[in-house]
């Protein structure tokens, strides 16, 4: 989520309205959809390092690409919001607090990014939003091979 905010966050805030509107759409789809993916957690981590790249190699340029990318991270943030089995009243209740909870916090954490944009305009708040993002996506890189890494180890 924190990946998707920074690349969103790159974006001028008439872009980045575009890049929420579709962030919606496409984790709405995620849960109505609900694939549920037997690897669901190396694929957000793959996707989580794809958009901290994303964000810290390309700031504010590719709109097609950033549009890709939050929307396929959205569509898994989705899928991975769908709950157990259970009741459809509760189902339904579980989901529409995940809609609004990751909607919701990409707005604010999209906020907060243009904020600090706003009020520290200095050539180093841009660069320490790439550094951040080249962080996170090497921390996601590292926990999507400690994932594969596990699933190899045998126990004795």
């Known amino acids: 989520m924190i990946g998707l905010r920074l690349l969103a966050g790159g974006f001028k805030p008439a872009h980045a309205r575009f890049l929420l509107v579709s962030f919606f759409v496409t984790s709405l789809a995620g849960l109505i959809f609900a694939i549920g993916f037997a690897e669901i957690d190396s694929m957000m981590f793959a996707m989580a390092f794809l958009a901290c ?12 690409l950033a549009t890709l990318v ?34 919701l916090g990409l707005l604010y954490l999209v906020g907060i990014c243009f904020l600090v944009g706003k009020h520290f305009t200095r050539p180093w708040v841009g660069i320490s939003f790439r550094v951040i993002a080249a962080w996170l996506g ?18 004795q």
């Open 138 to 155: 090497a921390i996601s890189l590292l926990m999507l091979a400690l994932s594969f890494s596990s699933t190899n180890l045998t126990t």
């Open 53 to 64: 790249s994303t964000a810290a190699l390309f700031p504010g340029k590719p709109t097609l």
């Open 70 to 103: 939050i929307g396929l991270g959205a569509f898994l943030i989705g899928d991975a919001s769908v709950p157990d089995d259970g009741p459809s009243q509760d189902r339904v209740f579980t989901m529409s607090g995940s809609m609004i909870g990751a909607n």
